[in-house]
């Protein structure tokens, strides 16, 4: 019996695929069980290939593998599309009733479980509820108490009334009960529960509740796969606060409110994908040359152009790293989990009042909808520390005055950093345009403001650099002559890897890098080093640039860019191939 569960839902687009796979999750979850799921879907609203996974123990998971215990297929495809990861003693649960699974063949050494979804739904009051009864049925196979369902058919029904609950709470028992009576299945699976009390949220989520404990009370968004969910969450959420949630015509629109709205004051967001940064690119300027702290989010996903928008993929560090028309002071965080999404988005917030310029956060697909569960105490709000930087009221309002008693927002301080007022203060009216101005943030063109300013405003990033904790996070061996690094949701596959690659006698030790820029210098590591593996999901190699850039030192590198998230054990066998070959490698699928 394997240490963990997998288990999945499939079919089409439309079928009710991720609201079934969300309800067994949060039933694990309560059930004192570790959770990690993944998706996979479509690029499209309806039709087209999906399924939901989730993996289960009473261990910390943080990554999906290649194996499949359970399978619920409610289309032919999904058996084929997940064959290579069923094994002997998998159990498939179908509807041979539907007309499209009539001639299903269930390959040799598997079980398959024939169970009349569609009717006993319509038994317990609908056939709407066909998944539901498969949950059932699978609750029996994995020997997980299926009254652990009941609060998550709560949840999610209660909206439309007790009836529907107890329809559906009907329907589970129906699934189990059939299985229980008419199968004979003699899987060996045993769901122990416990008595751990867990959150299960994915990234964006995350992001959410980070923006909205960092302070955050404005949002502007336009909707995009796979950033738009960090919208729904905070809407009403964020109302609740005071805040404000508004749905521009379009993502200029979008990044032009939330630079509005921090030029008043409020601490203010914008969240898109790749695409959408593309149109935002031309406001990334004003908002360094205006010194207007702004936190920009970019969720990636597969491009180029509209690509595979419902894919993963790391394919916008370049971008963010240099997006922009001139030279565009900024700094970059990058969350490698989906607790740290949280956390970082405060960071962002601070760092973006601490030294006024727009700073991005970049996270993907993978770990942007994925689920992971976490003890509570993960995000303590007691923890929570709030950085408005240099605000300046009218107590002090005269110390950044010139002897005019005008105001100067962009005085060229050694940090680079100006006093900032938030506006209604005594004392500290003034103008900033986008054009090249003066201390007082009226336009110029001399030559000796011009390189002041720019130099201030480049001076930020430099003072960052060397006032901020820009390290990385360390696993494996430290001694190890191996060394793999990586950014952004690789971590937790890799972090699960190293345990495949102990086991195989193969010793690394592995950084994640939460910051891109300004980033940690790693010169001395990738030295003390016989074999460096850069690990990320683009085609390329973005981060392995950077670091060869940084220590003009070659790296090999693992790239995956065909649309899916690492997992742990492709990771370690990928890794253990680059060690075998000799001198550099080409980049990899």
Request: hydrophobic share 35%; aromatic share 6%.
């Given at each position: 019996m394997p240490a963990d569960l997998n288990w999945a839902i499939g079919g089409e687009a439309g079928d009710g695929i991720d609201s079934t796979g969300k309800i067994f999750a949060q039933?694990?979850?309560?059930?004192?069980?570790?959770?990690?799921?993944?998706?996979?879907?479509?690029?499209?609203?309806?039709?087209?290939?999906?399924?939901?996974?989730?993996?289960?123990?009473?261990?910390?998971?943080?990554?999906?593998?290649?194996?499949?215990?359970?399978?619920?297929?409610?289309?032919?495809?999904?058996?084929?599309?997940?064959?290579?990861?069923?094994?002997?003693?998998?159990?498939?649960?179908?509807?041979?009733?539907?007309?499209?699974?009539?001639?299903?063949?269930?390959?040799?050494?598997?079980?398959?479980?024939?169970?009349?979804?569609?009717?006993l739904a319509e038994d317990a009051g609908g056939a709407i509820m066909r998944n539901i009864v498969a949950l059932g049925a699978a609750c029996d196979v994995a020997d997980f108490p299926i009254e652990n369902l009941d609060e998550s058919l709560e949840k999610r029904f209660k909206d439309k009334g007790q009836a529907i609950v107890e329809?559906?709470?009907?329907?589970?028992?129906?699934?189990?009960?059939?299985?229980?009576?008419?199968?004979?299945?003699?899987a060996d699976y045993d769901v122990e529960t416990t008595d751990n009390d867990y959150v299960l949220l994915n990234g964006n989520e995350a992001?959410?509740?980070?923006?909205?404990?960092?302070?955050?009370?404005?949002?502007?968004?336009?909707?995009?796969?796979?950033?738009?969910?960090?919208?729904?969450?905070?809407?009403?959420?964020?109302?609740?606060?005071?805040?404000?949630?508004?749905?521009?015509?379009?993502?200029?629109?979008?990044?032009?409110?939330?630079?509005?709205?921090?030029?008043?004051?409020?601490?203010?967001?914008?969240?898109?994908?790749?695409?959408?940064?593309?149109?935002?690119?031309?406001?990334?300027?004003?908002?360094?040359?205006?010194?207007?702290?702004?936190?920009?989010?970019?969720?990636?996903?597969?491009?180029?152009?509209?690509?595979?928008?419902?894919?993963?993929?790391?394919?916008?560090?370049?971008?963010?790293?240099?997006?922009?028309?001139?030279?565009?002071?900024?700094?970059?965080?990058?969350?490698?989990?989906?607790?740290?999404?949280?956390?970082?988005?405060?960071?962002?917030?601070?760092?973006?009042?601490?030294?006024?310029?727009?700073?991005?956060?970049?996270?993907?697909?993978?770990?942007?909808?994925?689920?992971?569960?976490?003890?509570?105490?993960?995000?303590?709000?007691?923890?929570?520390?709030?950085?408005?930087?240099?605000?300046?009221?009218?107590?002090?309002?005269?110390?950044?005055?010139?002897?005019?008693?005008?105001?100067?927002?962009?005085?060229?301080?050694?940090?680079?950093?100006?006093?900032?007022?938030?506006?209604?203060?005594?004392?500290g009216a003034h103008m900033t345009t986008g054009l090249e101005h003066d201390e007082l943030g009226r336009r110029t063109e001399d030559t000796a403001v011009r390189i002041e300013q720019v130099d201030k405003r480049q001076q930020k990033v430099e003072t960052a650099r060397e006032d901020e904790d820009w390290n990385y996070r360390e696993y494996g061996d430290p001694d190890a002559d191996n060394l793999v690094l990586s950014w952004g949701s690789n971590e937790g596959a890799m972090r699960e890897a190293l345990d495949l690659l102990e086991a195989g006698s193969t010793d690394v030790r592995f950084i994640s890098v939460p910051y891109i820029l300004p980033r940690p210098d790693l010169s001395d590591e990738i030295d003390a080093a016989e074999e460096v593996i850069v690990v990320e999901c683009n085609s390329t190699g973005q981060f392995a640039d950077l670091l060869e850039h940084d220590t003009l030192t070659r790296v090999k590198r693992v790239n995956k860019y065909n649309g899916v998230r690492f997992k742990a054990d492709e990771l370690a066998g990928a890794i253990e191939d680059e060690l075998a070959e000799p001198g550099e490698v080409e980049a990899k699928q």
């Amino acid at each position: 019996m394997p240490a963990d569960l997998n288990w999945a839902i499939g079919g089409e687009a439309g079928d009710g695929i991720d609201s079934t796979g969300k309800i067994f999750a949060q039933a694990l979850s309560r059930a004192g069980r570790h959770v990690f799921t993944s998706k996979d879907f479509a690029s499209r609203i309806r039709g087209g290939y999906t399924a939901y996974k989730v993996r289960t123990s009473v261990e910390r998971v943080e990554s999906v593998v290649d194996r499949l215990d359970i399978l619920i297929a409610l289309t032919e495809r999904t058996i084929d599309e997940n064959m290579n990861e069923l094994h002997e003693g998998s159990v498939i649960i179908y509807d041979g009733e539907r007309t499209t699974m009539q001639d299903v063949e269930i390959p040799e050494g598997m079980i398959g479980l024939d169970v009349p979804l569609k009717s006993l739904a319509e038994d317990a009051g609908g056939a709407i509820m066909r998944n539901i009864v498969a949950l059932g049925a699978a609750c029996d196979v994995a020997d997980f108490p299926i009254e652990n369902l009941d609060e998550s058919l709560e949840k999610r029904f209660k909206d439309k009334g007790q009836a529907i609950v107890e329809n559906n709470k009907k329907a589970a028992r129906l699934g189990q009960e059939y299985v229980q009576e008419e199968c004979d299945h003699g899987a060996d699976y045993d769901v122990e529960t416990t008595d751990n009390d867990y959150v299960l949220l994915n990234g964006n989520e995350a992001l959410g509740m980070g923006a909205i404990a960092a302070g955050c009370r404005f949002y502007s968004g336009y909707p995009i796969t796979p950033a738009t969910s960090i919208m729904e969450y905070l809407t009403g959420r964020l109302d609740s606060y005071g805040g404000k949630v508004v749905q521009a015509e379009d993502e200029l629109a979008a990044v032009n409110m939330a630079l509005g709205a921090a030029r008043a004051g409020a601490r203010a967001m914008t969240a898109t994908s790749g695409a959408g940064i593309d149109l935002m690119t031309e406001t990334f300027g004003l908002v360094a040359t205006s010194e207007t702290p702004l936190v920009i989010t970019d969720v990636q996903r597969s491009g180029p152009s509209t690509g595979m928008p419902t894919k993963q993929e790391q394919g916008d560090l370049n971008m963010t790293l240099y997006g922009g028309h001139g030279e565009v002071p900024r700094l970059i965080v990058a969350p490698t989990t989906i607790s740290e999404c949280f956390w970082k988005t405060i960071e962002a917030f601070n760092l973006a009042e601490k030294y006024q310029t727009p700073v991005f956060l970049i996270s993907d697909l993978a770990m942007s909808v994925s689920e992971q569960t976490f003890p509570p105490e993960t995000f303590d709000m007691d923890d929570v520390e709030i950085d408005r930087g240099k605000v300046v009221d009218e107590d002090s309002i005269s110390d950044w005055q010139n002897e005019q008693g005008q105001f100067q927002p962009h005085f060229p301080t050694a940090d680079g950093v100006s006093p900032r007022t938030i506006p209604g203060t005594d004392g500290g009216a003034h103008m900033t345009t986008g054009l090249e101005h003066d201390e007082l943030g009226r336009r110029t063109e001399d030559t000796a403001v011009r390189i002041e300013q720019v130099d201030k405003r480049q001076q930020k990033v430099e003072t960052a650099r060397e006032d901020e904790d820009w390290n990385y996070r360390e696993y494996g061996d430290p001694d190890a002559d191996n060394l793999v690094l990586s950014w952004g949701s690789n971590e937790g596959a890799m972090r699960e890897a190293l345990d495949l690659l102990e086991a195989g006698s193969t010793d690394v030790r592995f950084i994640s890098v939460p910051y891109i820029l300004p980033r940690p210098d790693l010169s001395d590591e990738i030295d003390a080093a016989e074999e460096v593996i850069v690990v990320e999901c683009n085609s390329t190699g973005q981060f392995a640039d950077l670091l060869e850039h940084d220590t003009l030192t070659r790296v090999k590198r693992v790239n995956k860019y065909n649309g899916v998230r690492f997992k742990a054990d492709e990771l370690a066998g990928a890794i253990e191939d680059e060690l075998a070959e000799p001198g550099e490698v080409e980049a990899k699928q």
